[in-house]
T-cell receptor
């Protein structure tokens, strides 16, 4: 059974810092992995989607990497800003069982001005 | 120009009542989903519909019944509400059911059972 874990659960950093959020999954047989952002009282916004054949994806100040064999993904945020404050969730789609996203528990990020 | 819209945003009701949550998307997507986010912020899929057909039905009590009148709508009806149903319910949509396309989420419906 696929389990997705995100560490740390919460993180506070001063503005301008580069930071890394971690996501690990127990079953490396995945189709893809997606990083989402959730603002308080809002739905999820898709940030980056990495296919199983890819190693990384980049969008602006965000870079997500995928190491399938070790069951890990990282989301790198460069030059963090207060507007980056949100909860970040990763989710994977496995190749066995029901074709659906399994979500991690999220990392709550606060960027201090 | 809202992409995925859910109504109502808040729903407070008593145990035992029946309630519905509506979801509409104007993105032209053919797959829609319902997720439940519990008090610990854990997000779990409940249902998925592709072209009005049910393709995912997780182990959800049969008090929950999704209805898709057309591709752009996926409503969720809940009978005999229980305390444990209190959560935030999110609707989402995507193009195709391959899950290789990003999912677009609504802002959620916060359901509180008294």
């Amino acid at each position: 059974k696929q389990e997705v874990t995100q560490i740390p659960a919460a993180l506070s950093v001063p503005e301008g810092e580069n930071l890394v959020l971690n996501c690990s999954f127990t079953d490396s047989a995945i189709y893809n992995l997606q990083w989402f952002r959730q603002d308080p009282g809002k739905g999820l916004t898709s940030l980056l989607l990495i296919q199983s054949s890819q190693r990384e994806q980049t969008s602006g100040r965000l870079n997500a990497s995928l190491d399938k064999s070790s069951g890990r993904s990282t989301l790198y945020i460069a030059a963090s800003q207060p507007g980056d404050s949100a909860t970040y969730l990763c989710a994977v789609v496995g190749t066995s069982g029901t074709y659906k996203y399994i979500f991690g528990t999220g990392t709550r990020l606060k960027v201090l001005a | 120009d809202t992409a995925v819209s859910q109504t109502p945003k808040y729903l407070v009701t008593q145990m035992g009542n029946d309630k519905s949550i509506k979801c509409e998307q104007n993105l032209g997507h053919d797959t829609m989903y319902w997720y439940k986010q519990d008090s610990k912020k854990f997000l779990k899929i409940m249902f998925s519909y592709n072209n009005k057909e049910l393709i995912i039905n997780e182990t959800v009590p049969n008090r929950f019944s999704p209805k898709s009148p057309d591709k752009a709508h996926l409503n969720l009806h809940i009978n005999s509400l229980e305390l444990g149903d209190s959560a935030v319910y999110f609707c989402a949509s995507s193009q195709g059911n391959s899950l290789n396309q990003p999912q677009h989420f609504g802002d959620g419906t916060r359901l509180s059972i008294l």
